[in-house]
């Protein structure tokens, strides 16, 4: 009975609020002491008791009103934050000015006349004895208030003091530091699991994650380093705990382990409370780390920035052995069908993993360096090529890309893919014995011939990745040899490279493939350059592409009849892996999030060329035909594009397709400027020399059978045959206003979608995205 007498006091409370036209006097606690003394209702029940209709009005109608529950509530956080919580009552009441908060503040957000009031100082508000509090902003109160709650002892921490209850600690004087949540990074002991403290720990978080919330509302803008006041205050030295509160979410996160001790079914038995806190962990962490201006939090990845950084190797150990276990949970395969839990939130480690590596050089070097990398790679392919055909989830398929874009710009990785690929995760790819290369082209080859659409801006990438990492590729497997000859075959049909202005930069990515592994990695190849001598009239048609008029309408024509823009055939398509089932796209009916459009991979990437040692020389941009089309918005938007969110609209709608261009038609002049310097010198000495050889070992020997033309190929040599090797050139991720914008776009996306338990942020305004449903 008590839960519910308690839900009807609290409804007729909102009632009132909402009914009283009359400003309610601060010092009336009858009145507000409603809204949290007394009552156990859950946040579910305060999102139900209280709906949006209602706070807009008490927003428009009696703003006072608004303005002293939000004041109220606030200084009973302070309350419980001074007092230290030591009493039920106050835990209780702690929690539900918590969840009202909660509740309330989007719908403050929303509104631009009210943005400002939770910076402004509430007349009077000073706690007693008129110290200098009173001059603080009532979000610097509630932000603090919080953080000190958040390690607040047989609250959200395990007290540290025996005995009897007098001897409580005092929460102004205790050392955060030694109240880590968990054992990991500067932390040794792992404290007892409390699932009470968990449950009270998730429920501050969500406000804290709720605060933050206010860069939804706000439309795109180019400019990065518009600063959230929220998250860089709470960041700042001010806030006394931003250190080990930071180290907590970190350790919690990367030292989970939802299989737990490995009992089949054991998620569908216990409720576990520290896979909801190790989301909001994760959200906090990410939205914490997108700025780095002057966070304390932020500088602790930074090594230079404070003594307390982060470049002890055990603890990059310890990060990278974790966010790995979490990406890898929900590629495990068992016997029994659904006994082991699958985490849901591989899309916020994903951007964690992001920024840790684009904050911290020495973590970036140390993933690299280090054989756990694939440990990372594998996951990431598999939600690349299972999202593939899902339009909800194409800001995924970005952030993989962008991760391994980042990745490749490393010799180290490159060398790293040589690694047999043994693991059988179960993909709905073709079986291949071989290396983690050849896993990795097989998947690219499958994004790129059976993905969505919206998937087109992204080939740029694709391919920039295995340009980057294909010098180092020592042998390729015959499926993923045949995988690239057959993209390059689909992309050199003449009208795919007629229909849009940078169709034919793929081409010349591929070529660069090609010319990477003879030059390089000629010796182990043997089934690269048998693939490339069975198509060789693909080269022979690149050579002899028709540029007169009348043969680029011919071509133009064909498109018309088969729009496809990658025919499948010839794909050689085998039986999948064991265990794998098709991509499917979403239900309909699935909410997804607009992103803003991608920068072209000339703005994301830098050329840098490896010289004899080893070493990068960033190169300067030369005027080639490929810089050319990058300046016609390769894959991506244009600069305005992608700095406008006005223009983001339209941008989206340019990138549908990559043979999207209306206005542009392609001229002889056009065709000629970027034919004549197609790369194709050693190919075509290449096929000039060992095809006359391969077909008379066929003649002499009357041969059919690949294996003995393999075997010939493998202890052939092109020493001194082929021309002079050209330089390795590396193209470099580089971080752009663009970028920054499309990050904070997908990352408050998924933050938005994800937190649907309540739904704080549902059918509010929001400004920075769209809400669409696929």
């Known amino acids: 009975m008590g839960s519910s007498d308690s839900k009807l006091n609290f409804r007729k409370a909102v009632i009132q609020l909402t009914t009283r036209t009359q400003p309610v006097e601060a010092t009336d606690d009858a009145f507000w002491d409603q809204f949290w003394a007394d009552t156990t209702i859950s946040v579910q029940d305060v999102f139900a008791l209280v709906p949006a209709a209602e706070i807009r009005a008490v927003r428009e109608e009696s703003p006072s009103n608004l303005a002293t529950l939000c004041y109220k509530a606030v200084e009973k956080l302070v309350q419980g934050a001074d007092s230290g919580c030591a009493s039920d009552k106050e835990r209780q009441i702690v929690l539900n000015c918590t969840r009202l908060l909660t509740r309330i503040l989007p719908y403050i957000f929303e509104d631009p006349d009210w943005r400002g009031f939770f910076w402004s100082t509430v007349p009077g508000a000073g706690r007693a004895g008129g110290d200098d509090d009173g001059a603080r902003p009532l979000a610097e109160s509630l932000l603090l208030a919080v953080a000190d709650l958040l390690f607040c002892p047989d609250f959200t921490v395990q007290s540290h003091k025996k005995g009897s209850p007098d001897t409580a600690e005092d929460i102004q004087s205790i050392d955060s530091c030694e109240y880590i949540w968990e054992a990991g990074v500067g932390f040794a002991q792992s404290p007892p699991l409390n699932y009470i403290h968990d449950l009270n720990r998730t429920e501050l978080l969500k406000l804290l994650l709720t605060c933050f919330s206010e860069a939804m509302y706000l439309p795109p803008a180019s400019d990065s380093n518009i600063l959230n006041p929220w998250v860089t205050f709470f960041c700042s030295t001010e806030n006394r705990h931003a250190l080990p509160l930071f180290t907590s979410l970190l350790n919690v996160v990367c030292a989970y382990d939802p299989v737990g001790y490995g009992i089949p079914y054991n998620h569908l038995l216990f409720s576990d409370y520290r896979e909801q806190l190790v989301e909001q962990a994760v959200q906090i962490l990410i939205v914490t780390l997108e700025h780095e201006g002057g966070a304390a939090a932020t500088n602790s990845l930074d090594p230079s920035a404070s003594p307390s950084g982060l470049d002890e190797p055990e603890d990059f150990s310890f990060i990278l052995k974790g966010l790995a276990r979490l990406l890898n949970n929900p590629l495990m395969q068992t016997y029994l069908p659904n006994s082991t839990k699958k985490i849901q939130f591989h899309q916020e480690l994903l951007v964690l993993f992001w920024k840790l590596c684009d904050f911290n050089k020495k973590f970036l070097f ?16 598999y939600y690349l090529n299972d999202a593939r055909a899902d339009q909800s989830r194409v800001g995924l398929m970005h952030i993989g890309v962008f991760i391994l874009l980042l990745l490749s710009g490393e ?3 490159g060398v790293r893919l040589n690694k047999p690929y043994t693991v059988r995760v179960p993909m709905d790819i073709p079986v291949f014995t071989g290396t983690h290369a050849d896993l990795l082209i097989v998947v690219f080859h499958k994004i790129i011939t059976s993905g969505h659409q919206r998937l087109q801006p992204l080939f740029d990438c694709l391919l920039t990745i295995v340009v980057n990492v294909s010098p180092y590729l020592k042998s390729l497997s015959m499926v993923a040899a045949n995988k690239l000859l057959h993209l390059l075959e689909a992309f050199s049909t003449t009208w795919f490279l007629f ?11 591929l070529l660069e493939v090609f010319n990477n592994i003879i030059q390089y990695q000629f010796d182990g190849n043997c089934n690269l350059v048998y693939a490339i001598i069975r198509k060789r009239n693909v080269f022979h048609q690149l050579a002899n592409l028709p540029s007169d008029p009348v043969s680029i309408q011919k071509a133009l024509q064909r498109k018309k009849k088969s729009p496809d823009a990658i ?10 892996m064991e265990g794998s089932r098709p991509a499917v796209p979403a239900e309909p009916g699935t909410l997804k999030a607009s992103l803003a459009a991608t920068p072209g991979i000339d703005k994301l990437t830098e050329k840098s060329q490896v010289s004899e040692d080893g070493t990068m020389v960033s190169v300067q941009q030369v005027d080639s035909p490929q810089t050319q089309s990058e300046q016609s918005g390769v894959g991506g938007a244009s600069d305005t594009e992608s700095n406008s969110g006005r223009d983001n609209e339209t941008a989206r709608k340019r990138l549908t397709s990559v043979s999207s261009t209306t206005c542009w038609t392609p001229t002889p002049e056009w065709v000629l400027s970027w034919k004549t310097k197609l790369p194709l010198q050693t190919i075509m000495r290449l096929l000039q020399v060992l095809v006359p050889q391969v077909e008379k070992i066929c003649i002499d020997k009357g041969l059919t059978d690949e294996s003995e033309i393999l075997k010939f190929l493998q202890h052939g040599t092109l020493v001194g045959l082929l021309p002079v090797p050209h330089p390795i050139l590396i193209r470099k991720y580089q971080a752009n206003a663009g970028t920054a914008m499309w990050f904070r776009t997908y990352m408050w996306g998924v933050v938005y979608l994800r937190n649907v338990d309540p739904p704080i942020w549902y059918d509010t305004d929001v400004r920075l995205f769209e809400i669409q449903r696929v």
């Open 366 to 381: 140390f993933v690299l360096k280090s054989s756990d990398v694939l440990d990372i790679l594998v996951p990431i392919l």
């Open 411 to 413: 010799r180290n990785f």
């Open 499 to 509: 229909s849009a202005s940078q169709n034919h930069h793929l081409v010349f990515f």
């Open 567 to 576: 025919s499948r055939t010839n794909s050689q398509e085998t039986v999948s």
